[in-house]
């Protein structure tokens, strides 16, 4: 998948070299020179781009118009503010990730729909996670993006395993499961039937673990 990351500082440095070291098109705009660029390392596959992240001008040299994710991990809030609103509203890039320093910021954007990451200890994980999960249907982000409802068709690799085979205690729990258009709450030894959609409550530094649970690829 195509990644435009916008602030090479810890954070955005980090998550770039960990996307491009799994073979994602990573390409990175900062506005500083050399010194910033060195924290990628000289074995980092992608491109860096200089200029500002919410210039429209930068933003399309980088690939915008191309891009599966954006993540805005500049110093300043502000920036990354207007550089996800302008990737999501304008370019309708299909996920965008802000870096908030301010707690209190993060929870307004996230309350307008925008995902955010206040945590610069968990960050750099949690929104490698956020951005590569890309095949799981995710309803709706709790908190600062830390816990997702997803919804999951059962197909026949999954038929008559039980929610215990997927349950993983304090990462991934199984809410509901709706069954000829009846939901209910199912126990551990409930099997799934083909067809069931159930609804999953997944820590968002657990999406990796599920897929591989679930049998899905990841897209490069």
Do not use: W
């Not at 729990?173 to 099997?191: K, L, M, Q, Y």
Request: proline share 2%; hydrophobic share 40%; aromatic share 4%.
């Amino acid at each position: 998948m195509k990644v435009i990351v916008m602030g090479c500082g810890r954070v955005g440095s980090q998550v770039s070299v960990l996307l491009s070291n799994h073979d994602h098109n990573v390409t990175v705009i900062d506005h500083r020179d050399v010194d910033g660029h060195m924290r990628l390392g000289p074995t980092f596959k992608g491109q860096v781009i200089s200029g500002l992240g919410f210039d429209q001008g930068v933003l399309l040299e980088a690939g915008i118009k191309n891009a599966d994710a954006f993540i805005a991990a500049s110093s300043s809030d502000n920036a990354n503010v207007v550089a996800a609103r302008i990737a999501r509203n304008i370019f309708h890039v299909p996920r965008v990730i802000a870096r908030m320093y301010d707690p209190r910021r993060a929870e307004i954007y996230q309350r307008l729909g925008l995902m955010t990451i206040s945590s610069t200890d968990l960050g750099v994980r949690q929104i490698y996670e956020m951005v590569t999960h890309t095949d799981l249907d995710v309803l709706h982000k709790f908190g600062r993006g830390e816990v997702s409802m997803l919804a999951v068709e059962v197909d026949y690799n999954l038929a008559r395993r039980t929610v215990r085979d997927l349950a993983i205690p304090g990462e991934v729990t199984v809410i509901s499961v709706t069954r000829n258009d009846r939901a209910f709450i199912p126990s551990g030894g409930t099997e799934f039937h083909e067809g069931d959609i159930l609804h999953l409550a997944v820590l968002s530094t657990s999406m990796t673990r599920l897929e591989d649970m679930l049998g899905m690829e990841k897209r490069g």
